[in-house]
């Protein structure tokens, strides 16, 4: 397993943006899909965005929460994932975590290596 690193969440305001990004370090970076979950207290893990890591990328996948406003993106040069967050709403706020699996999926227990998590607080 590969010890992924999340940074970038905070507080922000309804409407506002913020953007998350995580580290994995490892060779083999490019080879593997990129996800991101979300878990507020009391609710169980969410899919939030995975992408892929063929054809450039450009294979993503969103959850219907957030489709619209969420992009995922990669940089396998820096083998860094990003998820730009547009539009905020309170019901965002949740502890973000980044994956990284094998496979183009989305859900939880198709990835093999977690971050520690990021909070995102959106005040209304």
């Known amino acids: 397993q590969v010890e992924l690193v999340e940074s970038g969440g905070g507080l922000v305001q309804a409407g506002e943006s913020l953007t998350l990004s995580c580290v994995a370090p490892?060779?083999?970076?490019?080879?593997?899909?990129m996800a991101w979950f979300r878990q507020a207290p009391g609710k169980e893990r969410e899919f939030v965005a995975v992408?892929?890591?063929?054809?450039?990328?450009?294979?993503?996948q969103y959850g219907d929460s957030v489709k619209g406003r969420f992009t995922i993106t990669r940089d396998n040069d820096k083998k860094t994932t990003y998820l730009q967050m547009n539009s905020l709403r309170p019901e965002d706020t949740a502890v973000y975590y980044c994956?990284?699996?094998?496979?183009?999926?989305?859900?939880?227990?198709?990835?093999?290596?977690w971050g520690q998590g990021t909070q995102v607080t959106v005040s209304p």
């Open positions: 992408i892929g890591w063929s054809d450039g990328g450009r294979l993503t």
């Open positions: 490892g060779y083999l970076f490019s080879k593997y899909a």
């Open positions: 994956a990284q699996g094998p496979l183009f999926a989305n859900t939880s227990r198709k990835f093999n290596s």
